[in-house]
Every structure is written in C-alpha cells, then in structure tokens.
C-alpha cells in the first residue's frame, strides 16, 4: 500500500479484507506509513495523515502514537489543520493526560481568535477535555465570550460553562450574572445553553437558589411565548414549538418551585396553560406534559392544578405506547401516598394494567394496585389481584403473594373473609408464599375461635383435592390436628356436608407422609396431627401407633427424633398424653399491621382474668424484709411506671422495685415461664387522643417498643400517623401500624412496633410526632421520651 493512499481508498481496502488478520495487515502498513509521515518536518499532509489515524482509533486500534501530532496542528495557523487537530484532541486525549496541558495556551489564544470557527473549536475542545486546572485557567475567558454580542458564540460558550461549573463548583459564582443576563436573548440556542447553565448552578450550590427565584418570572414568560407562538419552522418540531428548550424551562422551574410558595404561585397558572393546551396525541407533546406533571407534583401547586396532573397521567395510562404507560404508572406510584384520592379514579385503568403483556409494565401495575388498596375497596381490589395472581407470571408471584397478604391483614372486613383469602392464595401460588406464612395462617386460624369448624372443613377438603402446595398442606394437617373432633362430628353449615370418619381423616395424613412431594417440614406437621388425633378420636388408636412407630427409623433425623418421643408418650407416659396433646391456647397476637382490638386472644385472656380477680382475694401484702432473698431468685420484681407531662414535649419514665406476693411466684412457676410484662406508659393525651408506650427487652441490644393510639372524642380521628427518631447509634425499624382511623368512643386502637437496636448502649431516647385530623384540622405534635419503662 502506497504511503500517499487516500482515506477513501483505505477505508475501501479495509472493508474489503475477508479476514481480521487481512485487515490488520492493512491497517499495520498504513500505522507504519503514517509514522513516517509524522517523523518529517515539511509534512504536507499532515491533516489527511491524522483523518486516517482517527478512523484507525474509531475501529479500534490503538492509535496514541498520534496525540502530539493534534498538539502540533492545534497551534497550526491553518484553519483545516485546527480543525482536524482539535478533532484528534477530543478523540485521542482526556484530562487525565499530561499531553493534554500542552494545548491550554493554543486554545487560550483561539479563544481571543478573530474567526468566530476557531472560536468555537477551542470552546469545544476545552468544554469536552477540559480539566480542572485548565478550567480555572481558562473560566475568565468563558465569562468574556458569554457576554460576546455573537449569537454563536454566546452558544458556545454557554455549554463550556456549564463543563466549568460541573468540574470546579466554585466557580459557579462566576458565571452567576451573566447566566440571569443571557435570559433576555431571543436566540433559542443562548436560551437552552442559558436555561442548563441555571440548572447546573442551583444542583451544584442550593444558596444560590434565592438568587435565582427572581428570574422565575422571566422564564414564564419565555415559556408563554413558547406556547402561545404560531408555527415557526425553524423550531417546530410535530407541532409543538422547539419542545427541547420548553422540556428546559420545566425542569428549571421545577426545581425554582420546590419548597417555595410564592415561585409556585407565579408559575401555576402557566403549567395550567401548558397542561391544556399542549397536544397529547404525538410523543413530543406528552414529553412536554409528562415534564408538567412532575414539575406541578414537586412544586407547592394547587389542588385543583395536581389533580388536572393526576388526570394527565391517567390519560398516558390509555396510551398505546408501552413507555408512555410504564412513566405514568411510576408517577403516579410516587404520589399515591399524597394524593391518593385522586389517584383511585383511575383505579380500573390501572387494573386493566394487570393483563398487559409487558413485563416492566405488569410489575409497575402491581405495585401501584397494591398501593391503592384501601379499607373500602378491599373486597373489589382483592378479586382483581386474585384473578391476576392465577396467570402471573412466575417471577411476580412472590411479590403479589406478600403484597396480598399484607393487605388481607391491614384491611380484612372479616376474619373469615381473611382466612378464605389466604386459602385461595396458597390454593393458587402456595409454593412461592414466603416463609412466615404458615405460622402467621395458623396465628389467625387459632384466633377465630368461631370458625374452626368452618376452616378444618375447608382445608381437610383442601388435601384430598391437592397436596402439591406444601404450605396449605402444612396449615391443613396443623388443623386436621388439632381440631379432628370438630371434623368428625361434621356439624359445619357453612360448607355442604360431606362423610368424615376417622379412617378416611387418617388415611390423608398417611397419604401426606408417604407423598413423594412432601417436605421433611411438612411431614412433620402430618405426624404431628396424627399424634394428636390420638385424643381426638376413641378408636383407631392402634393404627395411631404403627404410623408412627414406622418413623422411629427414619432416615431424616428430625423426623426420627419426634417418632421415638411420640412412641415414648405411648409407652412410658401414655397416662401423660391427653396432657400434652391437648390444644393448642389462643396465642396473642403481636404482628405488625394487626387490630389488637379486634383480638380474640386479647378477649379471652381479659375474660379469664376477670375470672381469677373474682374467684380468690388478693393475698396480703409481706413485710419486705420478709424471704427476700427468695422472692429476689424467683424474679419478684415489678415495674411500675410513673408518666411526666403529657400534653407533649418531654415525657420521662421512671420505674421502680416494688415487692409482689410470694404466692405469685409459686403460681407462675406452674402458670407460665415468661415475666409479667410491664404497664404502658402514657405518653401523650390531647384532644381525647392518647398515646400509650410499652417496652419489651428481647436481647443484650434489641427493644421492641409498642405504641398505642386511642380516641376517647365524640368524633372520628382519621390521617392517625406517628414518625420516630433515634440518636444516630441506634438503629430504627418502625413496622406498618394496624391502621390510620382511631373510632370514636375508644371502640378500637391503632398499634404500631418500633423496632430499637443499640449496640453502643447508649443512653437510649426517641421523639416521637404525631399526626392525625380530627373535626376537619390537622394536628401535629411532638413528644419526647428520655427513658423507658423497665429499662431504665
């Protein structure tokens, strides 16, 4: 290949080559010529040698060999050799190297240059390479040429500025005149480079935001003429008037607005116009509406302005475009905590979301219709989230499954409703429900002591129909368990009667345990129930005991360990086994999201102990000098707590040792193994609110702090919400509260945990705010706690 060869000619021979190893000899032999070429001092083509170097780099050749070559032509005096030269610059050059110093003092002097092309070369190359030494050195020059009367140039030299900025922050203060000055040019160029410019300065340094508001009224009325302007080809683009600078301005103001209400108030009435008048049916059009609506969301806007945004994204949620509905339902899932009201409207759109064969759109649809499930709309909501978790895809059906449950549990009109919910769910997608699940079904099962007949019923058909769904299976063989002689007796009328005899209740069990399908926890479960049908059923007892005989030499050793102490029971303890066997007693509830006035649990315990209080007289009083050191190794001692102020402000709980009956400690030897837990606290009472706190020590560092909210008015509290803060050392988990609405006449209470984690042992303290409407206001109040019951 000849030296002098044209570009084309090489670009051609390249292309031609049938191999890699053909086209790297090619481009060898051309590197090998262009070197020479270089080594010559009265080089004429220079700027074609260095053209063909560049395609070389653009394919993927190491080309550096050629970077002082782009010094040497850079300070060329010659136009098409600077031009080739700064091209070389920005392609084979970066900050990080050194060679790049050695061109700062050319483009210094070509910025001072009488053509406005060279000009535009040097700002181009210093705002793409650009360091942070040579920006400083060069920012003055950048501020003369913004205030250039050439158009071009001011341009130009806008986007430099905006390099400068980002590089060295500091010198944003610089450039912050002549930025609010440049919003007076009627060239779109300078008005786009000028409107980032402003941009860049704010993100970079918040203090210069108060500076700037006073330009909102400036970029209104650019904005306006933008929107109101007729038809002008050189900017028009599918009918909207140079939408790239008005998507610009959006943003500007976006950020001019936020947290400011008289900025907001000057620009509602524009993003008012803006929102109507813009046409929605072209994608152009919907990026200018979609960037209204985020700036109207983020700015202190009216309500009628952001429902009119909310209306907009409901629109993009109709939209036959894929992406146009993904950005709508991901706006709308950011606003549905604030406006959810407004977002219910379209609530069927969003549902119709659910059946969309897209992936992305599907996931941001279910999330959004899990978001808006409320107490009003469970049971609707509910049926479309079933249906859609039937024909899910596999890789959302945990997500759904979680997203159910908790809403079940947040929002359940009923506790059969809320059983027959998650039944259908493990029916559907049992094997991706999470872990916690069969105990939290088995939690609600045992509550609902009205429905036992009704739920044994359902899932002991449940496993003769399937047993491939190992949670249900797990749940139906727990209930099968445990009330098998409220399943024999077949006095359920909820459910159309079926023939239930012990042979056929344990021949599902067998079944269970024989089932390839079976896992080693749900085989435990169904020879757990067969052991306890045991004292459920009078005949069939035999059988009983070979069953579970067989498993006394199982290979799992789980499951060997309970066969040999349930043969143990049979033979050694047998008069025991009633005992042992017995069911199961209500378990109180201590779960995020749960009623605690609506716990069965809670009903019954306060009912037996009404019982105990009028059965026997309290005990005497002993001298506390009396068996101390007795009482002090059985745990005599009580927390008692004494509350501070609590119309809010500062609350601080003191706890002190106070002597309990010696009779009390022998009861809770044969009674129960766990303290008797402390009083809450109360730390906040106003406008018939109350905020009541217990404390519970469950390791060295972890507290588990219970919140309580009642409402003792004439009237409804709604909105109830409570936000905790910690000192930094100590890390917060706060768990989603049983509701937000707090019944007149204290009918019921909101519960919310608060998770404490302090591995520091730092004196530990929490602020607590609260808020909540109550007769048509909102109240917010804040309570500070500077010790805790029992810890302290």
């Known amino acids: ?6 570009l084309q000619e090489m670009i051609r021979a390249i292309r031609s080559a049938r191999t890699q190893c053909e086209e790297r000899g090619v481009i060898q032999r051309e590197c090998a010529a262009i070197r020479a070429q270089f080594r010559q001092s009265d080089n004429d083509g220079r700027s074609h040698n260095l053209a063909k170097l560049l395609y070389v780099h653009m394919l993927g050749y190491p080309a550096h060999f050629g970077q002082m070559e782009c010094v040497r032509m850079i300070a060329s005096p010659r136009y098409s050799e600077k031009r080739v030269g700064y091209l070389g610059a920005m392609m084979l050059l970066d900050e990080k190297q050194d060679a790049s110093l050695l061109i700062t003092n050319s483009i210094k002097n070509d910025l001072s240059h009488s053509s406005q092309y060279v000009q535009s070369l040097a700002l181009c190359t210093l705002a793409c390479i650009g360091s942070a030494e040579m920006c400083k050195d060069l920012a003055p020059e950048i501020d003369r040429l913004l205030r250039a009367s050439n158009s071009y140039i001011k341009k130009k030299a806008a986007l430099c500025a905006i390099h400068i900025v980002r590089k060295v922050p500091d010198l944003g203060e610089l450039f912050i005149p002549t930025a609010r000055s440049l919003l007076a040019e009627k060239h779109h160029g300078v008005l786009h480079g000028a409107v980032v410019l402003i941009t860049v300065l704010c993100e970079c340094n918040p203090e210069t935001l108060e500076r700037f508001r006073k330009t909102v009224p400036d970029l209104v009325r650019i904005m306006k003429s933008l929107v109101t302007s007729g038809y002008s080809p050189e900017h028009d683009v599918a009918g909207i008037s140079d939408p790239f600078l008005q998507v610009r301005i959006l943003r500007l103001l976006r950020i001019l607005g936020r947290n400011n209400e008289a900025s907001s108030d000057t620009m509602n009435d524009l993003l008012a116009q803006v929102a109507t008048n813009t046409d929605s049916t072209k994608t152009v059009g919907n990026a200018v509406l979609y960037e209204t609506v985020l700036t109207v969301l983020d700015i ?34 950011k606003i549905v905590g604030t406006d959810h009201i407004a977002v219910q409207r379209h609530r069927g759109t969003i549902v119709d979301c659910l059946k969309d064969p897209d992936a992305s759109v599907k996931r941001r649809a279910l999330d959004l219709s899990l978001a808006l499930v409320s107490a009003s709309n469970i049971r609707s909501m509910m049926k479309e989230l079933l249906v859609f978790l039937s024909c899910c895809p596999p890789e959302l059906r945990a997500e759904a499954t979680s997203g159910i449950f908790h809403a079940a549990e947040r929002y359940a009109p009923s506790q059969r409703w809320h059983i027959d919910t998650i039944l259908h769910v493990l029916t559907t997608a049992g094997g991706d429900v999470r872990d916690e699940t069969v ?11 009205e429905l036992h007949c009704y739920t044994v019923h359902k899932l002991y058909r449940a496993l003769l129909t399937d047993i491939s769904q190992q949670p249900l299976v797990q749940v139906a063989c727990w ?17 159309e009667p079926i023939e239930v005899t012990a042979d056929s209740v344990l021949d599902a069990l067998e079944t269970v345990l024989q089932s390839h399908m079976s896992t080693p926890t749900t085989r435990g479960f169904a020879l757990t129930a067969t052991m306890k049908l045991s004292t459920r059923i009078d005949d069939n007892v035999d059988r009983i005991r070979s069953i579970v005989s067989i498993y006394g030499s199982c290979i799992d050793v789980e499951l060997q360990q309970r066969a040999v102490e349930y043969n143990a029971l049979f033979k050694k303890y047998d008069h025991m086994r009633a005992a042992v066997l017995e069911r199961m007693p209500v378990i109180e509830r201590n779960s995020p999201g749960h009623r605690n006035g609506d716990s069965m649990g809670d009903v019954i315990k306060e009912a037996e102990v009404d019982k105990v209080k009028r059965r026997e007289p309290p005990l005497p009083q002993p001298p506390a000098t009396q068996v101390c050191d007795l009482l002090d190794l059985l745990g005599d001692s009580e927390e008692s707590v004494r509350a501070g102020p609590a119309q809010g402000g500062t609350v601080t709980v003191q706890s002190t040792n106070t002597a309990k009956p010696a009779g009390e400690d022998l009861l809770d030897l044969l009674g129960g193994f766990e303290p008797t837990p402390l009083a809450p606290v109360t730390v906040y009472e106003k406008n018939g609110v109350t905020l009541t706190l217990g404390c519970e020590k469950h390791s060295d560092s972890g507290v588990t702090v219970t919140l309580k909210g009642c409402n003792s008015s ?7 919400a409570l936000q905790a803060a910690v000192p930094k050392s100590v890390h917060l988990h706060m768990k989603a509260p049983s509701g937000d609405t707090l019944p007149a006449g204290g009918l019921a209470h909101v519960t919310q945990l608060v998770l404490l984690d302090n591995p520091s042992k730092v004196n530990l303290k929490m602020r607590i705010r609260i808020s909540y409407s109550s007769g048509g206001s909102s109240i917010q109040d804040t309570v500070q706690i500077d010790s805790f019951p029992g810890l302290s």
């Open 1 to 6: 290949m000849s030296p002098s060869i044209p």
């Open 439 to 449: 105990p939290n079904l088995i939690l609600l099962i045992t509550n609902a002591s």
């Open 300 to 333: 202190k806007s009216e309500s009628g302005l952001r429902i009119l945004a909310v209306n907009i994204l409901g629109r993009f949620l109709l939209n036959n475009d894929r992406n146009i509905r993904y950005i709508a339902m991901t706006s709308l899932q």
């Open 714 to 720: 004439d009237s409804d509290v709604t909105s109830f």
């Open 479 to 495: 209930c099968v368990g445990e009330y098998g002689d409220l399943l024999l007796r077949g006095e359920c009328q909820e459910m």
